[in-house]
């Protein structure tokens, strides 16, 4: 089925040949802009997967395997200048399939060139050590491929993702299999296309679409696979951390958060402001990072709750080829869970401070969610626990940096923090306490930092992704002790 998307959006990538699946049944791929259908893609099982496994082991024992560090590098690179050529496509295609703005998708498609080049660069220069041993020894570590590496991605920043995590195998020699969110897989297929036009060996890259317990599962429970990385929700990443038990095999697990920003009274609110409501609804919400929760001290709580419900109100809401500020959410299911978050605030007497407006001329079937800000929010309210994942965030007040750290630590997740305060002590304090992966002083994300480690404690998960940690990562060590005297 080809239709406005250009190419056959049914089809695997299975040892460098496009193929439908084993079944030959297909998924429908909906719309989230207007809820028609976008395209069908294949309904990989566990055929399929078994299939592009065993082209990645083909692969590491033929041309990719045979490769040295620095062409591998260079067909990354090649990849990354591709991508960067087709950057406008791409954020088409994710604005179709995930409801991304363009600029947003565009933006996503620089973060993957991006990753490439940083990791193309970084191939031939992860090396082992010599050890100082014994007498009549010499010793030394070699970094090594974990062989064929499986990649479960969520729908919501599917470029990003693979960037992160298949850019970083690749670089070291693994030999990939990537399984696609099912709500939306376009731009993993068009990175297949990419990766082919660049000369990567065939198998080097596997892509199976397919539903989560069915392809899914497979690629994680298969005994061909040595490693996974996986992101997505906590719930699946507990069954995929099972899996990956029961063959011994380590994984990386990127999952949700509930992260803060945190605003203290001494803060520059004018460079805080924009990053306080640009992380709750950049992608509509939909962001692992996003700072869902904002912590003020009390004595500037009401103005910064009005600077935001101000810039609230002012957020443009509309399909995603209009590129506005806000897109639709990927599904009417995600849709109805953050409608669901927002009966639970109207039932429990959380105050709305401001809302954004949908317009009437919006499509009927679309997914869209008014952005919403609550305040004031007690720190143990369910919407200021659980993670909403649309445009919903909670302003909390706090008096003082020990009840912040109380507020920030209280949740079961640990992915990321922002702080906003002028104190050098206290920025370097509240670094040390916080209780996640990455903290981020008088800014929020860095913008995107791909060379910075990424990854979570608590339920957020564990492993580093992003950055050279994520080399480490994706390669094994291996000793060599050699006698000769
Ligand atoms: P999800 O867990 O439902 O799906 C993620 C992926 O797992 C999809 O490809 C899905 O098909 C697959 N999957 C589903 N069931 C499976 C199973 N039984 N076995 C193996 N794979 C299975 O998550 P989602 O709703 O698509 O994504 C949203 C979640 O992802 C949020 O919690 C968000 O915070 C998290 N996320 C985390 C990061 C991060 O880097 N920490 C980034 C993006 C998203």
Not at 206 to 220: F, T
Request: proline share 5%; net charge negative.
């Amino acid at each position: 089925m080809q239709g406005s998307i250009g190419f056959d959006t049914h089809q695997q990538l299975v040892g460098g040949r496009w193929t439908a699946t084993a079944s030959g049944e297909t998924l429908p791929l909906i719309n989230p802009n207007d809820g028609s259908l976008l395209a069908e893609i294949g309904r990989g099982g566990a055929a399929d997967i078994d299939a592009a496994v065993q082209a990645a082991q083909a692969a590491l024992e033929g041309d990719w395997g045979r490769l040295s560090a620095a062409e591998r590098g260079r067909l990354l690179l090649k990849m990354s200048a591709l991508v960067l050529e087709q950057a406008d496509e791409l954020a088409r295609l994710e604005a179709l399939d995930v409801g991304k703005p363009l600029k947003q998708g565009r933006a996503d498609a620089v973060a993957l060139a991006r990753y490439l080049e940083f990791y193309g660069g970084a191939a031939d220069k992860v090396h082992g050590e010599t050890i100082p041993f014994a007498n009549g020894y010499t010793a030394l570590t070699l970094r090594e491929p974990h062989g064929v590496t499986g990649h479960i991605v969520p729908w919501n920043y599917p470029m990003q993702i693979i960037g992160r995590s298949v850019g970083a195998a690749l670089a070291m020699g693994n030999a990939c299999v990537l399984k696609p969110a099912e709500e939306a897989c376009l731009s993993a297929l068009a990175f297949g296309r990419i990766a082919q036009q660049a000369g990567l060996p065939a198998g080097a890259l596997n892509i199976v679409p397919g539903l989560g317990e069915e392809a899914g599962a497979a690629l994680s429970a298969h005994a061909g696979v040595a490693h996974l990385s996986f992101t997505g929700s906590v719930a699946v990443g507990r069954l995929v951390q099972a899996a990956a038990a029961r063959n011994t095999i380590p994984v990386t697990l990127e999952l949700g958060g509930k992260s803060p920003q945190i605003v203290f009274a001494d803060a520059d609110l004018d460079a805080a402001l924009p990053f306080l409501v640009n992380a709750g609804i950049q992608n509509a919400g939909q962001t692992c990072s996003a700072a869902s929760r904002i912590l003020v001290e009390r004595p500037v709580f009401d103005s910064v709750v009005a600077r935001m419900a101000e810039r609230y109100r002012a957020l443009r809401v509309g399909p995603a080829l209009d590129d506005l500020d806000v897109g639709p959410l990927i599904s009417a299911r995600q849709r109805d869970i953050v409608q669901g978050y927002l009966g639970i605030a109207r039932d429990s007497g959380l105050q709305v401070a401001a809302q954004a407006s949908l317009p009437a001329s919006l499509p009927a079937g679309g997914c869209y969610v008014a952005p919403t800000l609550l305040a004031p929010a007690a720190p143990d309210h369910r919407l200021a626990q659980e993670e909403i994942f649309g445009p919903v965030q909670v302003v909390i007040p706090f008096d003082g940096e020990a009840e912040a750290l109380r507020i920030a630590n209280g949740t079961a997740f640990g992915l990321v923090a922002g702080v906003w305060t002028r104190d050098g002590g206290r920025q370097l304090r509240m670094a040390r306490k916080l209780q996640c992966g990455q903290v981020f002083i008088n800014n929020y994300g860095a913008g995107g930092g791909i060379e910075l480690p990424f990854g979570g404690v608590k339920q957020s998960g564990h492993g580093r992704e992003k950055g050279f940690e994520a080399l480490y990562g994706f390669s094994s060590l291996k000793t060599v002790a050699i006698k000769h005297d």
